[in-house]
């Protein structure tokens, strides 16, 4: 992903907190319903085809793999599993895929039972579109936890069943005292080639307030710009990976700016992404929609909620409370009650 930095120096008054704004959708229910997913989530994984190794494909991905099979959730016995993980390959053919499945529903009745609504895969390219009837039911009933955000619109993400994982964070970024508050920063590495995206960056370009880098920074001075800078601006859907969750913690407020609606976002059925980000549409202005999300306080009170949130994008080994592991799984536990296909009896 190429990271194209930019800062603008904003000379913009800091505004007393008045109420801090929860970034949970139900906070009077999330940690209950947590520490009960703790308890209570078992899952039976298959046996694989082949050993997946997600490595080379997405660090997050191979870190919630290792993590799952490693966890407490995981259950020999398939008769108290509420969900069931399927371990396929990073990149598999349709063909392999559908044979699995065949092999998976021949040898156990779980599959049959559901049709697949509480199985899940962990895909990186998602699966396209297939008339077989294997890989029908896995599209159209399993759960999806995709390692790419965002997706290619071509409907593979279904929100109120797929999930998303975040980002791997940097690991190596020291945690410094905020002392300067005038910047406003865009980073993500890749190169864009999008006119729409291109006449954005040429415009901040003209802008004295802006300053941008082609290059990635050094870990210490990402560290310093992320703590100096009010606001992080994203181009969700020009790249892979948004670490999204860097700018949360170093009080960064994210600005995702997209031509088309995002539904694809890490815990998006957890957090109440409009009080940790700002979205701007391409094409409108940018430093007007920063502005007036600055009104009444709003950057403060964003900034204080993303903070909360950062912790659920963390990656920890071993995985730790609340932590972008344990918060995937709470996700997955949701939808332990998602729709059921019932099989028909032939007559």
């Not at 799952?68 to 995981?74: D, G, K, T, V």
């Not at 609504?117 to 396209?128: E, K, N, R, V, Y």
């Not at 980073?187 to 729409?196: L, S």
Request: aromatic share 12%; net charge positive; hydrophobic share 40%.
């Amino acid at each position: 992903m190429a990271v194209q930095l930019i800062i603008l120096f904003l000379h913009l008054s800091l505004l007393p907190i008045s109420a801090i704004t929860t970034p949970y959708l139900s906070p009077s229910t999330f940690h209950p319903n947590y520490h009960q997913m703790l308890q209570t989530l078992k899952i039976y994984a298959y046996n694989p085809p082949q050993n997946p190794n997600f490595s080379t494909t997405s660090a997050a991905a191979a870190a919630f793999h290792a993590a799952l099979l490693r966890s407490p959730f995981i259950t020999t016995d398939p008769n108290l599993a509420h969900l069931f993980y399927l371990p396929l390959l990073p990149s598999p053919s349709p063909r392999s895929v559908s044979r699995y499945i065949r092999t998976v529903r021949s040898d156990l009745p779980f599959w049959n039972r559901t049709l697949g609504a509480d199985h899940f895969i962990l895909t990186c390219d998602g699966l396209g579109f297939e008339s077989d009837r294997n890989l029908v039911e896995l599209k159209k009933n399993s759960v999806h936890v995709t390692c790419s955000s965002p997706l290619p619109v071509d409907g593979r993400f279904v929100p109120h069943k797929d999930l998303a994982l975040p980002a791997f964070a940097s690991p190596d970024l020291p945690l410094l005292n905020r002392t300067v508050e005038r910047f406003l920063a865009y980073h993500g590495y890749g190169g864009f080639n999008d006119p729409e995206i291109l006449t954005v960056l040429n415009k901040l370009r003209r802008d004295p307030e802006f300053l941008i880098e082609s290059e990635p920074s050094h870990p210490f001075d990402r560290a310093r710009r992320l703590s100096e800078s009010r606001f992080c601006l994203f181009f969700y859907g020009a790249g892979r990976d948004l670490t999204v969750g860097d700018a949360l913690r170093f009080g960064c407020v994210p600005v995702l700016i997209s031509s088309r609606p995002i539904v694809d976002l890490p815990f998006y059925d957890v957090i109440r992404w409009s009080e940790i980000a700002v979205f701007v549409r391409l094409g409108e202005d940018v430093k007007r929609a920063i502005e007036e999300a600055c009104v009444g306080g709003g950057h403060v009170r964003m900034r204080e909620a993303g903070v909360t949130a950062s912790v659920h994008f963390r990656w920890n080994e071993p995985p730790e409370h609340f932590d972008a592991f344990n918060m995937v799984m709470y996700q997955l536990w949701l939808r332990r009650h998602t729709i059921r296909y019932a099989r028909r009896n032939s007559s």
